[in-house]
């Protein structure tokens, strides 16, 4: 596997508290991503960071907030977790040239009660 | 929603026999890629096809790529159980990094 980490793995919080997902990596990769995981959506795009303090939003990032204040990390929070938020979280890495695969994470299952 | 679909979103066959599975995606792409999920895994990239390719092979694995009508097709030739598993297309857009991935099929291979 690709040396990336992601933290916690799992996660059981209340409604109206903040979450903070960590995702790690060791590769040096410019292009970092986080995703969700929801049965009939596949994954999708929450934000990504195409450097350090340089970031993106993708197409549901409404509730989330990143930050990647060095390479090696890409920190997803959730100001104020919703039941609508429980889901498996997804870290991606990416060199950022051409035709180059992504690395993924083994996931943060989050429940949001 | 830029979100790409995949077709069909189940499909189960015995071992032996091959499986096909099409990706319709939106926008123009730089490239294509196809990613494998374990049940409770994360993604495995298996393949990718450039925009200016129109077929890729990779041991069992073959690609199609049809940039006039947005889609893509993946074959697994001669599954086996361990093939068992969702699998995802993912593009990217011309001047992004930017993955984007459809909503995956979900491949039973019956020994």
């Known amino acids: 596997d690709a040396g990336i980490t992601q933290s916690p793995r799992h996660k059981v919080t209340e409604t109206g508290t903040p979450v903070t997902l960590r995702c790690h990596q060791t590769?040096?990769?410019?292009?970092m991503y986080w995703y969700r995981q929801d049965p009939g959506h596949g994954l999708r795009l929450i934000h990504y960071?195409?450097?350090?303090?340089?970031?993106d939003k993708g197409e549901v990032s409404d509730g989330y907030s990143v930050s990647r204040s060095k390479t090696e990390d890409f920190l997803l929070t959730l100001e104020s977790a919703t039941s609508s938020q429980t889901s498996v979280y997804f870290c991606?890495?990416?060199?950022?040239?051409?035709?180059?695969?992504?690395?993924f994470g083994q996931g943060t299952r989050l429940t949001v009660v | 929603s830029q979100q790409g679909e995949e077709d069909p979103q189940a499909l189960s066959i015995q071992e032996g026999e091959n499986a096909t599975m099409n990706c319709s995606y939106k926008?123009?792409?730089?490239?294509l890629q196809w990613y494998r999920q374990n049940s409770g895994r994360g993604l495995v990239h298996l393949i990718l096809i450039r925009s200016n390719e129109r077929e890729k092979h990779s041991g069992r694995l073959r690609v199609t790529l049809d940039t006039s009508k947005k889609s893509s097709s993946l074959l697994i030739t001669a599954s086996r159980a361990a093939d068992t598993a969702s699998y995802f297309c993912a593009t990217d857009s011309p001047g992004t990094y930017k993955y984007i991935f459809g909503t995956g099929t979900r491949l039973k291979v019956l020994a």
């Open positions: 590769e040096n990769h410019r292009y």
């Open positions: 991606a890495i990416n060199q950022g040239s051409m035709n180059t695969e992504a690395f």
């Open positions: 926008t123009s792409i730089n490239n």
């Open positions: 960071s195409y450097g350090v303090k340089d970031t």
